[in-house]
Nanobody, 127 residues
Framework: EVQLVESGGGLVQAGGSLRLSCATS????????IGWFRQAPGKDREGVSC????????YYADSVKGRFTISLDNSKKTMYLQMNSLKPEYTAVYYC????????????????????WGRGTQVTVSS
């Protein structure tokens, strides 16, 4: 069974940095997309970033481009999200999600295409 476990969330001041981790287990295929979504209080869940296992292509929401960097350590089976220059509006629960059948990588931000989800980790950015 595929499992995703997030860690690394916490409280940070605006302008600070955090690195989120998503540890994976049970994945037997090499062709998948894995990424991050977030849900702020009172708002819909939105895609933040995604990386393709097969070729390392990365995708970012416009709101985080230049601030966030996604990476995948295949040896550790762990995905990371380095978040720099954090803003209070980035406060949300961040979820790790994986898709085995993402035919169009351009659709990475569509949560209904994700097959597995982690439980989330809280990120709070104070002003």
């Amino acid at each position: 069974e595929v499992q995703l476990v997030e860690s690394g969330g916490g409280l940070v001041q605006a302008g600070g940095s955090l690195r989120l981790s998503c540890a994976t287990s049970g994945i037997i295929f090499d062709d998948y997309a894995i990424g991050w979504f977030r849900q702020a209080p009172g708002k819909d869940r939105e895609g933040v970033s995604c990386i393709l296992r097969r070729d390392g292509r990365t995708y970012y929401a416009d709101s985080v481009k230049g601030r966030f960097t996604i990476s995948l350590d295949n040896s550790k089976k762990t995905m990371y999200l380095q978040m720099n220059s954090l803003k209070p509006e980035y406060t949300a629960v961040y979820y790790c999600a994986l898709s085995f059948g993402l035919a169009d990588p351009g659709s990475w931000y569509m949560e209904n295409l994700m097959d597995r989800w982690g439980r989330g980790t809280q990120v709070t950015v104070s002003s």
